[in-house]
């Protein structure tokens, strides 16, 4: 099993910016995030959780997604060798508010569905406003 922990949320003006992390551990065993798809979404009070980034390395592939909403604004990336995954969130707008999730899938091909990500984070809130 996977253990994932957000941090870096917050409240910014829009326009602002924001870096969030993910740390990825093992409960009982060490494990590498780089043989993991792993994603940000977000979910909005009264809406549906929506998929805002991906990263994957598929047979030495890199594969990324972004949702329209916010390409051009933020950048996924990640550190294997601290097992991290980070989201940076420029120009940030009040609709990108919301409890943003850190999400893992052990999976060996792309695209990767929602429903492949078996391992999730607690969750960090982003306000902008």
């Known amino acids: 099993h996977v253990q994932l922990v957000e941090s870096g949320g917050g409240s910014v003006r829009p326009g602002g910016s924001l870096r969030l992390s993910c740390a990825a551990s093992?409960?009982?065993?060490?494990?590498?995030?780089?043989?993991?798809?792993m994603g940000w979404f977000r979910q909005a009070p009264g809406k549906e959780r929506e998929e805002v980034a991906t990263?994957?390395?598929?047979?030495?592939?890199?594969?990324?997604y972004y949702a329209d909403s916010v390409k051009g604004r933020f950048t996924i990336s990640r550190d294997d060798v601290q097992n991290k995954l980070y989201l940076q969130m420029n120009s940030l707008k009040p609709e990108d508010t919301g409890v943003y999730y850190c999400?893992?899938?052990?999976?060996?091909?792309?695209?990767?569905?929602?429903?492949?990500?078996?391992?999730w984070g607690q969750g960090t809130q982003v306000t902008v406003s």
């Open positions: 999400a893992a899938a052990h999976v060996g091909y792309w695209p990767v569905k929602v429903e492949d990500y078996a391992y």
């Open positions: 093992g409960y009982t065993y060490s494990i590498s995030i780089s043989s993991y798809c």
């Open positions: 990263y994957a390395d598929v047979g030495n592939t890199y594969y990324t």
